[in-house]
């Protein structure tokens, strides 16, 4: 059996199609943990619905604790050999669950990712991810290092099917705005095998109002002490090169935070710490981390590194100019 997670908070406008396209999967064995965080809109009854409608589905109602809570007690109740976890504006295309499965069962694979849809709100839609092979099987490190350079897959926990076991006691961190990037590599760090499937096979919604679209200091301070943690336990258990796609990783979301907290006008002393930790691994491991970024990304990083308080004016300059 396979459990798909999905916590709720507030989406009385999405919570239905989440759910049905659950329930028009051609793999008919699974569960729904529709997790309520404490809803003050209608979603929490929705889900009540149709739990009495069709006995696969569980919805357990708690109080509002965030997105990790929720997907923690979704783990906690979860009885089926594989997981999946979804968000509540997000949807599953019919066939998701029974090729992941296809997929794991034939290359005896821990984690099966597939390819998933950017879907806006003027209805565009369009794929994350170009890949060539339709699918490819990698062995823990290929596959640590493809997390890690986004290639075919991200850090978002879904679009996935997991085997239970590799989970564990793995949970999520509560009250962490940035959660999946802080779990996803640690739930990789488990997988001896992970197949990557090119054919997208999910919907993500981008939507205004999302935890990831707002405006928010604690949110880009989770993204960097995510990226540092990742980046800790990576360099302890694998070699230069993949070491080298977490650093690179690292400073891709140090450049983002730095620029969101000029943007905003936060203090950027709060990021000290990680800055002169990244500027003592640079010289220690002379890591050649700008191989796959952009020429945009590469002169922001050597602005960052060599010419902070030029770095600093250019961002400021770019803000206005592009009426931020």
Known sequence: ???????????????????????????????????????????????????AKDSRIICI????????????????????????????????????LQVCLNEMLDNDAD?????????????????????????????????????????????????RLYK????????????????????SYRIFL????????????????????????????????DEIRAAHERYVAVRKLYDDDISTSAFADYVFDMIHVSECFIRDGYNLSELENYNLFLRKELKEFKYRYWINFTLRKKIEAVLWFKLPTFFYICVKVLLIVMNY
């Open 164 to 183: 239970s076991e590799i989970i564990k006691d793995i949970r999520f961190q509560e009250g962490m705005l940035f959660e999946d990037a802080a779990i």
């Open 61 to 96: 109602h708690k109080e509002n604790g965030g997105q990790s809570s929720a997907r923690n007690v979704g783990l906690k109740e979860a009885k089926g050999n594989y997981i999946a976890f979804l968000d509540s504006d997000d949807w599953l295309s019919e066939s998701f």
């Open 190 to 221: 488990n997988a001896d095998k992970v197949v990557f499937l090119s054919e997208p096979l999910m919907f993500y919604f981008q939507r205004e109002g999302s935890t990831m679209s707002r405006r928010d200091k604690k949110i880009r301070l």
């Open 111 to 159: 984690i099966v990712t597939a390819n998933y849809y950017m879907f806006f709100d003027n209805n565009n839609c369009k794929p994350v991810f170009n890949v060539n092979k339709k699918h490819e099987v990698c062995n823990n490190p290929q596959a640590m290092k493809r997390l890690l350079d986004n290639n075919g897959t991200s850090s978002s926990v879904c679009a």
């Open 1 to 51: 059996m396979i459990s798909v997670i999905v916590p709720v908070y507030n989406v009385e406008n999405y919570i239905r199609r989440c759910v049905e396209s659950v329930l028009s999967q051609s793999y008919t064995d699974w569960e729904l943990l529709l997790i309520d965080d404490g809803s003050t809109d209608l979603s929490g009854n929705i889900c009540g619905e149709y739990a």
